[in-house]
């Protein structure tokens, strides 16, 4: 059984930052990608970025050049640094895994960003 669980979201002004983390249970965590996604109130779930075994990534337009995934596959850990933040930005993050068949998520965490 594979448990997700995302901490570090917050309340942060435009133009702040704030960096997610999700710890990972279970074995293999190294060799399946991982993923963050949002969901705005109101609106459906959308990728934010995602990380390969290997450590390629591939981010959404709207958050290129200010948000950087990572991971730390010692650490069953996956990262995203959030800087530049919009309040465009303001939604429940939430971590993604994918083995063979099955959708893995958190529990999500907030991030609200004022302007």
């Known amino acids: 059984q594979v448990q997700l669980v995302e901490s570090g979201g917050g309340l942060v002004q435009a133009g702040g930052s704030l960096r997610l983390s999700c710890a990972a249970s279970?074995?293999?965590?190294?060799?399946?990608?991982m993923g963050w996604y949002r969901q705005a109130p109101g609106k459906q779930r959308e990728l934010v970025a995602v990380?390969?075994?290997?450590?390629?990534?591939n981010y959404a337009d709207s958050v290129k050049g200010r948000f950087a995934i990572s991971r730390d596959n010692a650490k069953n850990t996956v990262l995203l640094q959030m800087n530049s933040l919009k309040v465009e930005d303001t939604a429940v993050y939430y971590c993604?895994?994918?083995?063979?068949?099955?959708?893995?998520w958190g529990q999500g965490t907030q991030v609200t960003v004022s302007s």
């Open positions: 993604h895994q994918r083995r063979f068949a099955n959708d893995y």
């Open positions: 279970g074995s293999m965590f190294s060799i399946f990608p």
């Open positions: 990380i390969t075994s290997g450590g390629g990534t």
